[in-house]
Structures are given as structure tokens and as C-alpha cells.
């Protein structure tokens, strides 16, 4: 039978701890943190109206929650882009199944975006 070799314990066991080594690096930008901004727009078009919005602060500067405000951040997903937000991540479209196309439901239409703060100043 020919393919590629197996690995073996000892191959499995060094990657493990590579790892672990890997993840206990210093960051080699200590100063930047990431904040997150997860907005659900009413289509899944980048230019529509925002629907609902959540914000994390991984600069601990700030404890926003869901909720915590009555406009949302941006008006639309494109607003964050020309704000300096970074889109990440949109989700995937999804057809309703056959008789739920009216089912109310979670908001299908999320996208993610991020920027990098210097915490340094």
C-alpha cells in the first residue's frame, strides 16, 4: 500500500507540545488589542440598515453589552468600513426551508468586523 507515512506517538507528542510552546509566545504586538463589532444587518447586502449590534472591547477599556445603546455604532456594514472597522467574516446565505420562508427566527444576515487598538497611548 503506498501514501504517506503515518505519524508516530513521538511525532504526535512534539507537535502537542509545539503547540503549547506556540500559544505561551509573547505577542510580538503587546501594544495592540482587538476590539470586535458583530452587526446583523436587515439583508445581506454591506449597504443595508443595521438590525441589531453587539460590541467587545478587548482593550478593557470599555464593558459594552447587547443592548446598551438605541442607534446602533454604524448605520450600515459599509459605514463600519469607511469607519476603519476590518470586515472578518460574513455568514453564510442559507434558502429557508420549503414553508418556512415567513418563520420568524435568528438573524441569518451577521458580519463581523475588527479593528486593532494601541493600547499604548
Do not use: C, K
Not at 460574513?90 to 429557508?96: A, I, K, N, V
Amino acid at each position: 500500500m503506498t501514501g504517506a507515512p503515518q505519524p508516530t506517538d513521538s511525532d504526535t507528542d512534539s507537535r502537542t507540545d509545539g503547540v503549547a510552546d506556540s500559544f505561551s509566545t509573547p505577542s510580538a504586538t503587546p501594544h495592540l488589542r482587538q476590539q470586535l463589532l458583530i452587526l446583523y444587518l436587515a439583508t445581506s447586502s454591506l449597504d443595508s440598515a443595521v438590525a441589531g449590534w453587539t460590541r467587545y472591547d478587548g482593550t478593557g477599556r470599555s464593558a459594552p453589552t447587547m443592548g446598551d445603546g438605541d442607534e446602533p455604532p454604524n448605520a450600515t456594514g459599509l459605514d463600519a468600513l469607511l469607519a476603519g472597522w476590518r470586515l472578518i467574516q460574513m455568514s453564510q446565505l442559507m434558502p429557508p426551508a420549503r414553508g418556512a420562508e415567513y418563520d420568524v427566527s435568528y438573524l441569518p444576515h451577521e458580519f463581523l468586523f475588527e479593528r486593532l487598538v494601541d493600547i499604548g497611548s
